[in-house]
């Protein structure tokens, strides 16, 4: 898959967010501290073959994007609190259309992928996924009472992450960074 990497200090910010959430209202398992990161593109299984066409790519698409600066705020619930499934932190709008606009030179550049980008993009961090709900209204009080917002950061540069899944959760391992464009 291909990320937006976030800070140490922000993982752990994002984190402990779930200490807000009762645990007798929803069965969940929470996203490790340093599994935490914004999902541009997921790329599914990838044959070795195609990793230099894709490198290029994201390289590409990387030189043509400044950095910026982004924060965090709110939190939700995909794809609703009817039927709950993750919980999200989302972006500040400020931040919102770089990540959206990467998102969607990347998604263009890929096309020799046949990735599945039909379901429109929602710049957000999972931190939580819902395996069953308890109680929906003590699930969704206490979402909704959570205020969250993070200083801005900068984001630098696009990763691309190989992702192998573990008997204890995935084990996310970069492969590849690419730059964006400083500002000057």
Do not use: C
Request: charged fraction near 20%; glycine fraction near 4%; aromatic fraction near 10%.
């Amino acid at each position: 898959f291909i990320a937006l990497e976030i800070p140490e200090n922000v993982q752990r910010d994002v984190y402990l967010l779930n200490e807000n959430i009762p645990s007798d209202s929803a069965r969940i398992k929470w996203v490790k501290k340093e599994n935490i990161h914004l999902t541009l593109l997921f790329l599914g299984e990838i044959v070795e073959d195609a990793l230099p066409q894709i490198k290029e790519s994201i390289s590409t698409v990387a030189g043509k994007h400044n950095s910026f600066s982004m924060s965090l705020q709110n939190i939700g619930v995909f794809p609703n609190f009817r039927r709950p499934r993750v919980i999200w932190v989302g972006v500040s709008p400020e931040s919102k259309d770089s990540i959206v606009n990467i998102e969607g030179d990347l998604a263009n550049a890929l096309t020799f992928l046949r990735l599945d980008t039909r379901k429109g993009f929602t710049p957000h961090i999972t931190f939580g996924r819902i395996k069953s709900v308890y109680n929906s209204t003590s699930l969704k009080m206490s979402i909704e009472s959570i205020s969250f917002n993070t200083e801005l950061f900068p984001v630098k540069e696009i990763t691309l992450f190989k992702s192998v899944l573990k008997p204890d959760g995935a084990v996310y391992t970069p492969i590849s960074k690419f730059p964006l464009q400083p500002i000057n």
